[in-house]
């Protein structure tokens, strides 16, 4: 499939009672991975690894996938084009890809990542 869906994350104001919310729902593997923030590695070649950690402002959560595309800033301008808007702008995440987030014509927050600029 092009542009595959390769990360995701479920983001709220208490990390810590989000991760043991679904460690003990699902039997996630939660690592810790940066302050708030912890990455379920499923490992076993099902499903998409993802993040489960407390948002950066300390607002109201909510659940976001990323799709990986080649080209972000190209991706932007398509989406533009089509009535989505730019919601964060192209950056490196530290030790990590490039990515950025955009919402649908509808306000649905959705995350890019470029292809080729490390793992989440």
Do not use: C
């Not at 460690?23 to 996630?28: C, D, P, Y």
């Amino acid at each position: 499939m092009p542009n595959p869906v390769t990360h995701f994350e479920v983001l709220g104001k208490d990390a810590a009672a989000l991760q043991k919310f679904y460690k003990g729902a699902f039997n996630w593997n939660i690592q810790p991975a940066m302050p708030n923030y912890g990455m379920v590695m499923h490992g076993d070649g099902k499903g998409i690894d993802g993040g489960v950690g407390a948002t950066m402002d300390g607002s109201a959560g909510h659940v976001t996938f990323y799709v990986e595309v080649a080209d972000i800033a190209a991706s932007l301008v398509t989406i533009g084009s089509l009535g989505g808007r730019t919601v964060q702008e192209p950056m490196d995440v530290p030790d990590g890809p490039k990515i950025a987030l955009f919402a649908d014509p509808e306000g649905h927050v959705v995350g890019l990542v470029q292809a080729g600029t490390g793992n989440m």
